[in-house]
């Protein structure tokens, strides 16, 4: 394993730097696909430390190279996009944009990639070349997509990831071979009724009724019909439907989301939802429209680069401070995108201070930053031993 005492004045003199400038992003947050302040200042940053750096990669994200031009690439992909979402923590740097908040903790990932950059700049990378992603509009599960089309994943040949997690507490970090996330899906089913007056319902075909049996058939299905050892997770959160109070309504539109583990679901479940709610619309005399479309496909980590990962951190932090995540997550991450072209890994990074931490996607979510330091040892370490390792084969 490579050894990392020689990082730690390099790290003492730029962390300052670094803390101050994850500030800064914390305090001015883009949302999903309007990162164009946050690129153009990470671009910079990338260039001043030596790297060749592309932008507008995928519309409005970066893509940096360093290191030899032949041989192989190991990339490293870090997400910067934040969410609609108000900032309740009362902190000195807290989000400046209303309703516009890094709750999801891009911006430690964004800090994370550049502080990698730093380090890795002073390295000799005679064999190999790195590659960093700062991809965009991850939360709307759109950014790898657009990277992967524009070349992200060519000639690479293993990608790592990271993601704070509440859960775990600072100085440590979560690994899991296989499933790490769950495929997301978004469900759109409209019913369609025959209105009428609400006295007489007998005369009508009522599409709110139709649509309360298809919400709860769904559910019931789901227990008899699909195999409880995948799991698979349907949630409506917007219904939509009817004209008056005293009027039967023709039409209702439920939209929702899908979620599940199995690979091979990911084939299947969308003619299983069609059968099924048409089935109980035409039992009902109704008719239905159903729409499915896929989100994002699981997260699945390659067990050998999780193996080379958990010995790196293992090294650096020590094995009581490496977590084995038992289950996976129904919550989805558009890194799984670029797994579709590359052999990868994600590990999830403990923020949580003595205080603890509240969930992501939370208004008072506040990571604790001296967790920054540790995502990024970690990760240079493991690009450091792939590109070791990788020598050696060749």
Known sequence: MTASMHWSERLKSFMPELLELRRYLHAHPELSGEEHQTAALIAGELRSSGWEVKEGFGKTGVLAELGSTSGPVVGLRVDMDALPIEELTGLSYASKRQGVMHACGHDIHTCIGLGVAKLLTQEKLSFGRVRLLFQPAEELAKGADWMRKAGATDRLEALFGVHVFPELSVGQIGVRRGSLTAAAGELEIEIIGEGGHG???????DAIWIAA?????????ISRCLDPLHPVVVSFGKIKGGKAFNVIADRVKLTGTVRYLDPASHEKLPTWLEETVQAIATSLGARAVVKYKCIAPPVYNNSVLTDLLERSAVALIGAEKVIQLETPSLGAEDFAEFLQDVPGTMFRLGVAGEQGCAPLHNGHFSPDESSLQIGIEVLTNT????LDERSEID
């Open 383 to 386: 690009i450091l031993n792939w």
């Open 213 to 221: 049996r298809v919400i709860t058939g769904i559910q019931e299905a």
């Open 199 to 205: 006295a007489r319902p007998h005369q009508s075909v």
